[in-house]
């Protein structure tokens, strides 16, 4: 079991930065990926961005390329998600994800971010 926690949601201004946290616990040793993922109101939940638990890979979804990057710390079992010239449609709830063996993924619950235009 792994479990997560996200931190760092709130309220911007079009154009301004969050920086979004999480942490995870339990046997993180297994975890392959940390991903974000978010949901915005009346839509699926979609894939943002995800690196691998070495963190030498990482990727993003076309929507946040150039604009949000992904960043793990080991020692803390920790993933952030800079994310800068936040956008209208960057409203939602970001999820913290990690993917283990097997393909098996466990979730944080969520943390809001909503940018004012």
């Known amino acids: 079991q792994v479990q997560l926690i996200e931190s760092g949601g709130g309220l911007v201004q079009a154009g301004g930065s969050l920086r979004l946290s999480c942490e995870a616990s339990?046997?993180?040793?297994?975890?392959?990926?940390m991903r974000w993922f978010r949901q915005a109101p009346g839509k699926e939940r979609e894939f943002v961005a995800r690196?691998?638990?070495?963190?030498?890979?990482?990727d993003y979804a076309e929507s946040v390329k150039g604009r949000f990057i992904i960043s793990s710390d080991n020692a803390k079992n920790m993933v952030h998600l800079q994310m800068n010239n936040l956008e209208s449609d960057d409203t939602g709830v970001y999820y913290c994800?990690?993917?283990?063996?097997?393909?098996?993924?466990?979730w944080g619950k969520g943390t809001q971010v909503t940018v004012s235009s």
């Open positions: 339990g046997r993180t040793a297994g975890i392959n990926y």
């Open positions: 994800n990690a993917l283990v063996a097997g393909d098996v993924s466990y």
């Open positions: 690196v691998t638990k070495t963190g030498y890979r990482k």
